[in-house]
């Protein structure tokens, strides 16, 4: 599958599968704290973690738990970032060895159907509303759709960095599917980030699937006027 084709720069590793028919050990760290999951809750973490070894495998690191901390985020061996995401019928990792231009990932995977019509004024802005009535009646939902993912990668990349919950009116997003980018316009200030930043994400719609990514480094985070992610 060619979902995440693209959607990263050669020093970040990838995997992906479906979590029903994945063989997926977790560590007893790991059991413990899903232990009282639904059974495809604690299908698709397993499947998750199982991924980001693998991920972490092809890049030289040795096998390790990914426990999951208080607020939820995986916690990833010393000097290594990365992040996971999952629905019931797929599963995608990317993990990466931390440095000075990637201090942080995100990356999101939603099955390609259109959004529930209750949630726009939900999700999006009125930035990102005046934008989607622009577009073709017939792509409006699944265009914020993908605006959907695209905030949930920017929120997974921006976490780790400023430790801070953010809403969905927080960014704006303006996807370009065409292009498989989009950016991410922050509408309030989130330390080290400020309101106005612009920061470029990946998006790819493919087998079925939405997946989106976001890299951010320190650099950009600590910018007083902004940048780009570096997802090349």
């Known amino acids: 599958m060619g979902l995440l084709a693209g959607l990263f720069h050669a020093d970040v590793a990838t995997a992906q599968g ?3 028919s994945l063989a997926a050990v977790m560590y007893p760290v790991e059991r413990s ?38 607020d939820r985020a995986p916690v990833w061996p010393t000097g290594i970032v990365g992040s996971i995401s999952h629905c019931s019928d797929w599963c995608v990792a990317a993990v990466a060895r931390e440095s000075q231009e990637c201090s942080s990932i995100g990356i999101d995977v939603e099955p390609a159907i259109p959004l529930d019509d209750d949630l726009l ?42 430790k801070t919950l953010i809403d969905f009116q927080a960014v704006t997003i303006l996807p370009d599917v065409a292009r498989g980018r ?15 930043q612009i920061l470029e994400g ?22 007083s006027t902004g940048g780009h992610g570096r997802m090349q």
């Open 33 to 70: 704290y899903v232990s009282r999951a639904t059974e495809p809750r604690r299908r698709e973490f397993a499947a998750g973690r199982a991924l980001a070894r693998q991920a972490m495998a092809s890049l030289g690191v040795a096998q390790a738990a990914i426990p999951a901390a208080a």
């Open 121 to 162: 004024d939900v999700i999006c802005t009125d930035a990102e509303l005046r934008w989607l009535g622009r577009q073709p009646a017939g792509q409006r939902l699944m265009l914020a759709k993908a605006i959907f993912s695209a905030k949930e990668s920017f929120y997974k990349s921006q976490y780790p960095l400023s």
């Open 202 to 223: 990946r998006i790819r719609i493919a087998s079925g699937f939405i997946s989106t990514a976001m890299i951010l480094s320190r650099r950009m985070a600590n910018s």
């Open 182 to 196: 989009f950016e991410a316009r922050l509408e309030v200030n989130v330390a080290p980030f400020l309101a106005g």
């Open 18 to 20: 479906d979590p029903r």
